[in-house]
T-cell receptor
Framework: EAQVTQNPRYLITVTGKKLTVTCSQN?????MSWYRQDPGLGLRQIYY???????DKGDVPEGYKVSRKEKRNFPLILESPSPNQTSLYFC?????????????FGPGTRLTVT | GQQLNQSPQSMFIQEGEDVSMNCTSS?????WLWYKQDPGEGPVLLIA?????ELTSNGRLTAQFGITRKDSFLNISASIPSDVGIYFC?????????????FGEGTQLTVNP
């Protein structure tokens, strides 16, 4: 089954404790992206990657890091989480070429930073 | 960055009614996408629009890419309880997926049986 998976689905942590949220897709998609969703703000892009070893900032990159060492994986790293990073996070992927702009989303990771 | 204004923010309707929601922007977009998000799930793509004036249907859903390329609307006909969820519009300026996808704030739809 074609899908985007994220782990963990739920995470409660404390300020300053480094964490990684994993994202994996099995569709051989070139493009992957991370979003955060907050009430009243919709979905905002954090980082995206056009292909292996190619990443770029989205609209709200502060406090986050990403890496793209393999095509299928795109982990989101919070080196020193803060309470304002409490949010619902989504990973998405798409083919990446002009024939298809549609992005497919993972199930989400709900992060709480205390 | 670009902003999308999506309206209405919420709708409460009776089963069987038709629904209409729209998105407007001050920027011109090359692509409009409509997503639905169920509680506890990620957004799922409903309809993708690539040309100004394009009208596309997916079952009871119909969406249009505005002629000015600054707006789009989504209609749902004969609503049913499973239509409940948050509907998002999204616009993209560039011609590759690397161009940022900007999302509206969503329309929360409630359907009363």
């Amino acid at each position: 089954e074609a899908q985007v998976t994220q782990n963990p689905r739920y995470l409660i942590t404390v300020t300053g404790k480094k964490l990684t949220v994993t994202c994996s897709q099995n569709m051989n998609h070139e493009y992957m992206s991370w979003y955060r969703q907050d009430p009243g703000l919709g979905l905002r892009q954090i980082y995206y990657s056009m292909n292996v070893e190619v990443t770029d900032k989205g609209d709200v990159p502060e406090g986050y890091k990403v890496s793209r060492k393999e095509k299928r994986n795109f982990p989101l790293i919070l080196e020193s989480p803060s309470p304002n990073q409490t949010s619902l996070y989504f990973c998405a992927s798409s083919i990446g070429r002009r024939i298809s702009y549609e992005q497919y989303f993972g199930p989400g990771t709900r992060l709480t930073v205390t | 960055g670009q902003q999308l204004n999506q309206s209405p923010q919420s709708m409460f309707i009776q089963e069987g009614e038709d629904v209409s929601m729209n998105c407007t922007s001050s920027s011109i977009f090359n692509t409009w996408l409509w997503y639905k998000q169920d509680p506890g799930e990620g957004p799922v793509l409903l309809i993708a629009l690539y040309k100004a004036g394009e009208l596309t249907s997916n079952g009871r859903l119909t969406a249009q890419f505005g002629i000015t390329r600054k707006d789009s609307f989504l209609n749902i006909s004969a609503s049913i309880p499973s239509d409940v969820g948050i509907y998002f519009c999204a616009g993209q300026i560039g011609e590759t997926s690397g161009s940022r996808l900007t999302f509206g704030e969503g329309t929360q739809l409630t359907v009363n049986p």
